[in-house]
C-alpha cells in the first residue's frame, strides 16, 4: 500500500530565502508525481507533475526532482515571497494508476 | 482557475441528515474522483467516477455514495451524518489517461453540528 511523508511538517522562513520541500513514498512504482498548493480553506493548485520517466520539472521560481529509485521527490522554491505561504502537498497515484495518495503537506510561512 | 466548479461552498448539516454535494468537470475530462480533506491532513480518496460509472473506492462506508451524469459532472452523496464528516470535500476532474494531471476545485467546506 502507497504511503506518502512529507518533511519538514511545517516551515517559516524570512523574505527571500531559497528552500526545500521534501516528499517520499514507500512504492517506487509510480506513473507520476503531482505537486499542490493548498490556501487555507481552499481547494488544490496544480503546481507541477513530473512523470515517471523525468528527473525534474520547473514553472518560474518552482523547481521539482523526482528520484525513483530512492522514493523521494523535492520541491525548491526560489527568492521565497510572502505569497508563497501556504500548504505544499504532493501526491502518487496509487497501485492503479489513477486516484492520488497524499502527504499530509508542509506548512510554509514567508515572512516578509 | 481549473474549469471544476464545486457546489455549495459551504454547508451546514445536523447530525443524521443527509447531504449533496455538486461538482461540475473540467472540459474534456471523463473521471471525477472525490476526496474528503480533515483539518490538517491530507486529502483521503472516497471514490471516482468514470463514465457514470464507479471506478474505485477507498476505505469509506456505503453511506458515503456517488452519481456521474452525461456530462461527466458528479455528485457526492452522504447519508445519517456524523460529526467526523465535517470536513473540506473536494471534487478532482482529470482525463482517465495514465499520468494525466488532475484538476481540483475549490472544496465545499460540510459542518456537522
Known amino acids: 500500500k502507497q504511503e506518502v511523508t512529507q518533511i519538514p511538517a511545517a516551515l517559516s522562513v524570512p523574505e527571500g530565502e531559497n528552500l526545500v520541500l521534501n516528499c517520499s513514498f514507500t512504492?517506487?512504482?509510480?506513473?507520476?508525481l503531482q505537486w499542490f498548493r493548498q490556501d487555507p480553506g481552499k481547494g488544490l493548485t496544480s503546481l507541477l507533475l513530473?512523470?515517471?520517466?523525468?528527473r525534474e520539472q520547473t514553472s518560474g521560481r518552482l523547481n521539482a526532482s523526482l528520484d525513483k529509485s530512492s522514493g523521494r521527490s523535492t520541491l525548491y522554491i526560489a527568492a521565497s515571497q510572502p505569497g508563497d505561504s501556504a500548504t505544499y502537498l504532493c501526491?502518487?497515484?496509487?497501485?492503479?494508476?489513477?486516484?492520488?495518495?497524499f502527504g499530509p503537506g508542509t506548512r510554509l510561512s514567508v515572512l516578509p | 482557475e481549473t474549469g471544476v466548479t464545486q457546489s455549495p461552498t459551504h454547508l451546514i448539516k445536523t447530525r443524521g441528515q443527509q447531504v449533496t454535494l455538486r461538482c461540475s468537470s473540467q472540459s474534456g475530462h471523463n473521471t471525477v474522483s472525490w476526496y474528503q480533506q480533515a483539518l490538517g491532513q491530507g486529502p483521503q480518496f472516497i471514490f471516482q467516477?468514470?463514465?457514470?460509472?464507479?471506478?474505485g473506492r477507498g476505505n469509506f462506508p456505503p453511506r458515503f455514495s456517488g452519481l456521474q451524469f452525461p456530462n461527466y459532472s458528479s455528485e457526492l452523496n452522504v447519508n445519517a451524518l456524523e460529526l467526523d464528516d465535517s470536513a473540506l470535500y473536494l471534487c478532482a476532474s482529470s482525463s482517465n489517461r495514465v499520468g494525466t494531471e488532475a484538476f481540483f476545485g475549490q472544496g465545499t467546506r460540510l459542518t456537522v453540528v
Open positions: 467516477y468514470y463514465r457514470e460509472e464507479e471506478n
Open positions: 512504492d517506487s512504482a509510480i506513473y507520476n
Open positions: 501526491a502518487v497515484p496509487d497501485n492503479y494508476g489513477q486516484n492520488f495518495v
Open positions: 513530473i512523470q515517471s520517466s523525468q
